[in-house]
């Protein structure tokens, strides 16, 4: 029972451009969201997260954007860079920080020069 | 300082085998936590250890089971292996569980 969706496997985009990525979740009780992003024969890497009490949390390039009424949250990448190219996992989970995280099914980024 | 270790990174097995994937934290982390990535699911937990005891597990059958030493390395088993069983197996390692997780590369396996 996949409880975060990510419904674009795949996703391309100039560089330059917006990246915007999209994740659903059918949780009600999930409290805090995160964004995970993942390189060939890498592990996943924390990028940015947002509690459930906010809507909006930026860092540098990265923006997340949570719509609890549509239970539905995104990332913004502006603009996007070649690096970026990755897999990104959204991520849920009730308590914030809690270990045990809900993950999406992931979306390869492909940034075109 | 050194990040999540993970042995081995490749293994590939026949059904009926069982397997042992083994997980080293960061130095002072003492939570691991276990998660299966396969194609279309995304990573699903598996179970989460902290101070040698098990605090959650997921939806996952008792061929599944794990352990964690003294010094926080962790182990999991995977006996009696099924051709699902196949997957790419993440660990990751946290101070005290309520706090980042900090991912291995994973140990690819693989059942035929």
Same mark, same amino acid.
């Not at chain 1, 990028?47 to 930026?58: A, T």
């Not at chain 1, 991520?91 to 270990?99: Q, R």
């Not at chain 2, 293994?11 to 998660?35: A, E, N």
């Given at each position: 029972?996949?409880? &975060?969706?990510?419904?674009?496997?795949?996703?391309?985009?100039?560089?330059?451009?917006?990246?915007?990525?999209?994740?659903?979740?059918?949780?009600?009780?999930?409290?805090?969201?995160?964004?995970?992003?993942?390189?060939?024969?890498?592990?996943?890497?924390?990028?940015?997260?947002?509690?459930?009490?906010?809507?909006?949390?930026?860092?540098?390039?990265?923006?997340?954007?949570?719509?609890?009424?549509?239970?539905?949250?995104?990332?913004?990448?502006?603009?996007?860079?070649?690096?970026?190219?990755?897999?990104?996992?959204?991520?849920?989970?009730?308590?914030?920080?809690?270990?045990?995280?809900?993950?999406?099914?992931?979306?390869? &980024?492909?940034?075109?020069? | /300082?050194?990040?999540?270790?993970? =042995?081995?990174?490749?293994?590939? /097995?026949?059904?009926?085998?069982?397997?042992?994937?083994?997980?080293?934290?960061?130095?002072?982390?003492?939570?691991?936590?276990?998660?299966?990535?396969?194609?279309?699911?995304?990573?699903?937990?598996?179970?989460?250890?902290?101070?040698?005891?098990?605090?959650? /597990?997921?939806?996952?059958?008792?061929?599944?089971?794990?352990?964690?030493?003294?010094?926080?390395?962790?182990?999991?088993?995977?006996?009696?292996?099924?051709?699902?069983?196949?997957?790419?197996?993440?660990?990751?390692?946290?101070?005290?569980?309520?706090?980042?997780?900090?991912?291995?590369?994973? =140990?690819?396996?693989?059942?035929?």
């Amino acid at each position: 029972d996949q409880q &975060v969706k990510q419904n674009s496997p795949s996703l391309s985009v100039q560089e330059g451009r917006i990246s915007i990525l999209n994740c659903d979740y059918t949780n009600s009780m999930f409290d805090y969201f995160l964004w995970y992003k993942k390189y060939p024969a890498e592990g996943p890497t924390f990028l940015i997260s947002i509690s459930s009490i906010k809507d909006k949390n930026e860092d540098g390039r990265f923006t997340v954007f949570l719509n609890k009424s549509a239970k539905h949250l995104s990332l913004h990448i502006v603009p996007s860079q070649p690096g970026d190219s990755a897999v990104y996992f959204c991520a849920a989970s009730e308590v914030p920080n809690d270990y045990k995280l809900s993950f999406g099914a992931g979306t390869t &980024v492909t940034v075109r020069a | /300082k050194a990040g999540v270790t993970q =042995t081995p990174r490749y293994l590939i /097995k026949t059904r009926g085998q069982q397997v042992t994937l083994s997980c080293s934290p960061i130095s002072g982390h003492r939570s691991v936590s276990w998660y299966q990535q396969t194609p279309g699911q995304g990573l699903q937990f598996l179970f989460e250890y902290f101070s040698e005891t098990q605090r959650n /597990k997921g939806n996952f059958p008792g061929r599944f089971s794990g352990r964690q030493f003294s010094n926080s390395r962790s182990e999991m088993n995977v006996s009696t292996l099924e051709l699902g069983d196949s997957a790419l197996y993440l660990c990751a390692s946290s101070l005290s569980g309520t706090d980042t997780q900090y991912f291995g590369p994973g =140990t690819r396996l693989t059942v035929l």
